[in-house]
């Protein structure tokens, strides 16, 4: 029989939990208006600038131009990196392609590749590529990863015995695929042909260094040389205004089709195909595929080191930026991770409409451009909270906004892994709540809160847009330095911090690689 006391005893923990998960969901909340301050920066420029001013500043021929470019590379380059991806992961996953497992690897590896040194890979082989063709080439060999990923781990979960079915019913191989297997690729096909389309709009160096105008390009150089704000904030919000027409058109098209199975599936793995004769004219794609995204920077980067000799390596300078890069990295991927941990608490441990509102806010802010997140900052401390500006607070912050969902997808699917139970024995215990979270949840979820930071850690350490517009005096991360090289044409100059962001990025990327392949079971 339970005494009063003991009621008393179970009844206040109970309490406490309650009183922790409010602050905790006030505490996020806090964070999603924070994210979301780009959007609402974008919305009062326009308000601020008047409409007929800024109908003028958004229907101009330099819009049209910059539209019909943005139009044209996405249109491009989408399609065939869906093709690339699914080909490629068609072969490392369903068939008995020669060294899989290594092709599999390579076709993540050019992540660890920032774009703009792709461009500066190029370039050096063929210095007179520009415009389009560069720019869907480049972008191509650069994003194809982003479906890639995808793509594979769908293939290894999907349910074998569908595709049984089909083929019993008389569908020759081509029809399975176009009719069973396509279909159950569609969220990860509109999933990475999202994050690719987002990538397009919001880089700069890569086509600032193939002279290929896009939006980003004319807004910091509206931004660099004349500090001309309205044009400059009216060109971010036809940027904002393209990305949420990529939202819409990815939403669209996953469409509301169930994909889950109500059974456990098969246990067994996918019919492996027997490519036969065609093995040798198959393996042609990964190799040229490896060859133009990896093999081509290898050989510029080398080449330009051999050129340069010694005397490009200047270890004070670059030891310099490569200790800024070290440090920004790691204390912008842990306050990323920092900021994920009360939504991904909340989207786990109280799943409601609320919390997922919110985290719906986080993904659609780091949606945006870093240009605007920059402009958004740069215009909100010099106008309001003048001591932040270029600060390191306002650089972290950026970070958060762009790179906070990477941490926040490692950390769900950590502390779905902890069991509730003993949060809840550590509060009956008499510990406070946030002792008891630090002492069960956070701790048994570290692994995935240390792969969210060095998730995040990676975009920090290939961003270039805000980092140059937000960073304290005196910074000079790898890719500025990088940049700026490149700039003066000192290629040669340019090739360590190059050769270094990889060699710093290649880990980063096989954590990655490796967390797709056991979310997927291999």
Known sequence: MTSIADTRITAAPRRRLQAAAS????????????????LGFVLWATVETGWATAFQLIF???????????????????????????????????????GARLWSWLSVAPLAVPAFVHSYAWIGMWPSLNGLFAGVVISVVAYFPFLYLPVSAAFRLLDPALEDQAASLGLAPPAVFRRVVLPQLRL?????????????????????????????????????????????????????????????LEAGLRGRSRYARLGSGAARRPKITRLGKWTYPCLLLPIATAGFSLGIPTLTIGRWLVAGGAGV???????????????????????TTAAAVPIAWLSVRRPTRGSRFLEGCYYLASSMPGVVVALALVTVTVRVMLPLYQTVATIVLAYMVMFLPRALVSLRASIAQVPVELEQAAASLGRSPGNALWSTTVRLAAPGAAAGVALASLGIMNEL???????????????MAFFALTGEIDYAGAAPYALLMILFSMPLTWLLHYQSKKIAGR
């Open 313 to 335: 390596w200047r270890v004070d300078e670059v030891g310099l930026s490569l200790f800024q890069t070290l440090l920004i990295c790691l204390v912008g991927g842990i306050a």
């Open 23 to 38: 602050w905790t969901l006030t505490i996020a909340f806090a964070l999603a208006m924070l994210a979301l301050l780009p």
């Open 60 to 98: 101009r021929a330099r819009v049209g131009d910059l539209m019909v470019n943005t139009i044209l590379l996405v249109a491009f380059t989408v399609p065939i990196c869906t093709v690339l991806a699914v080909s490629l992961a068609w072969l490392t996953e369903r068939t008995d392609l020669p």
């Open 188 to 248: 990860a096909l509109c999933g990475g042909a999202l994050l690719i389309g987002l990538h397009l709009l919001s880089e700069y160096g890569l086509y600032a260094m193939i002279r290929f105008d896009t939006f980003t390009t004319a807004i910091i150089d509206q931004f660099q040389s004349t500090y001309n704000g309205v044009a400059a904030h009216m060109l971010a919000l036809v940027l904002v205004a393209c990305c949420f027409v990529l939202l819409g």
């Open 465 to 479: 847009t805000a980092t140059q517009m937000l960073a304290p005096n005196g910074t000079r991360t790898l890719a």
